[in-house]
């Protein structure tokens, strides 16, 4: 079955028209020397994101493998995308089963292309596409399996795909996002009593893995992510990730939820390496709220903070919001201004561990929906590319200030 569907995948490739730099009406300019270069005396990886369908994209994967060392599949490695819920009814151990075939052809290109690869995420509580995993036989209209056939089922499946990768692709993935937004946005999110403020509803609903794996869920996915990790002798770093993480109030939370993490095993094994910030900054779908100096201000004292509990520091997705075509200028100042006052500090002048900014704002879509998730994300202006796949004003400006022409 496995073969099948990768033929078949293979095939659906083909049909698929690759885009020229014609085709697009735009390159990326040649001009330039590879970004990433550029930050590695800074001590930080440079990043970017790809999907799948992004593969077919000559212009884009020619600007990604020339100017970025580190690439996050956007949802290729998440477990909505890799577990396949009749492999899973099928398996004769009972413990899930999935199908890595489109992951294996992106982790194939980067290794081909010399790409690190953040692996990008193990645990996620949006599980909208996959609430059969917690129930019995995974068959959604059976009871939910019981607490300790899903904790069984979690360790399984961090275990299978942790390991997967690193043997098949030794040394290509880096670091993992063990667990992804597991903290809640405001006080109905979580109870009371916790600090760590672990979401107990996710979508209208409850938080399943919370639920259904336990209050420590967070901790014990950590926990099962470096038995692994021991276990293989790999060097792969691990990372709790999340949004909104220069923020006060969630920047407390991050700091209690750290310190459980760091305190639950029994042996003293330290099970988290560190932080991801998600970086989206600005307004979501608005420019109320972007471009703000005080956000420059809250990401260094975050990078501060998260280094402080002795974690690496990465900014994970970022996305620098405009909403606005008429402030180019202002966006690539303050897209300058947070790599030279910030980025290019943290290892120099601060002694905090910042290993790598990743951006997933590469190209302007102003074109979408007002409405849509990208739209709002991403913002429509707020990336390195025009629509055309043409260098802009904020790529070149964080070119120069990186070389230290300004």
């Not at 033929?7 to 330039?32: F, K, N």
Request: some cysteine; overall charge negative; aromatic content about 14%.
């Amino acid at each position: 079955m496995h073969r099948f569907l990768s033929v078949a995948l293979a095939l659906v490739l083909c049909l698929i028209p690759v885009l020229s730099s014609a085709e697009l009406a735009g390159t990326v300019s040649s001009d330039y020397e590879p970004l990433y270069r550029f930050a590695e005396p800074y001590g930080f990886r440079l990043g970017g994101a790809f999907g799948y369908w992004d593969m077919r994209n000559t212009v884009f994967m020619g600007f990604l493998d020339d100017h970025f060392n580190s690439l996050t599949c956007t949802n290729e490695t998440k477990a909505y995308s890799l577990l396949k819920q009749n492999l899973c009814k099928a398996s004769p151990d009972g413990m899930p089963r999935m199908d890595y075939s489109q992951a294996d052809q992106m982790l194939k290109w980067c290794q081909a292309h010399g790409k690190s690869v953040r692996g990008h995420v193990l645990v996620w509580d949006a599980v909208m596409q996959y609430p059969w995993f917690f129930h019995e036989d995974y068959d959604a209209s059976k009871p939910f399996a019981s607490q300790e056939v899903n904790r069984e089922r979690l360790a399984s499946y961090i275990d299978q795909v942790i390991t997967h990768f690193e043997e098949t692709f030794p040394g290509v993935i880096y670091c993992w996002d063990v667990v992804n937004e597991a903290i809640g946005d405001s006080a109905s999110d979580w109870r009371a009593s916790d600090p760590r403020h672990i979401r107990i509803v996710r979508d209208g609903g409850p938080n399943y893995f919370q639920a259904y794996v336990g209050d420590d869920y967070v901790e014990y996915a950590f926990q099962c992510a470096r038995n692994t990790v021991e276990k293989l002798g790999a060097d792969i770093k691990l990372f709790y990730n999340d949004y909104n993480m220069f923020m006060s109030e969630k920047r407390n939370a991050a700091v209690a939820l750290i310190k459980s993490i760091q305190s639950y095993d029994p042996d003293g094994r330290p099970l988290i390496d560190g932080l991801g910030m998600q970086g989206y900054i600005g307004g979501y779908g608005t420019q109320s709220g972007c471009l703000q100096a005080s956000n420059i201000s809250d990401i260094r004292t975050s990078i501060r903070t998260y280094s402080s509990l002795g974690l690496e520091v990465q900014l994970t997705e970022m996305a620098v919001r405009n909403f606005d075509q008429s402030r180019a200028a202002e966006h690539a100042e303050y897209y300058g201004r947070l790599f030279s006052d910030v980025f290019m500090k943290a290892n120099t002048e601060e002694k905090a561990p910042l290993t790598a900014v990743c951006i997933w704002g590469l190209v302007d879509a102003p074109e979408n929906d007002k409405n849509s998730y990208t739209y709002k994300m991403n913002s429509p202006y707020g990336c390195f590319l025009n629509t055309k796949y043409q260098i802009k004003t904020c790529f070149d400006t964080v070119y120069h200030v990186l070389k230290g022409d300004q």
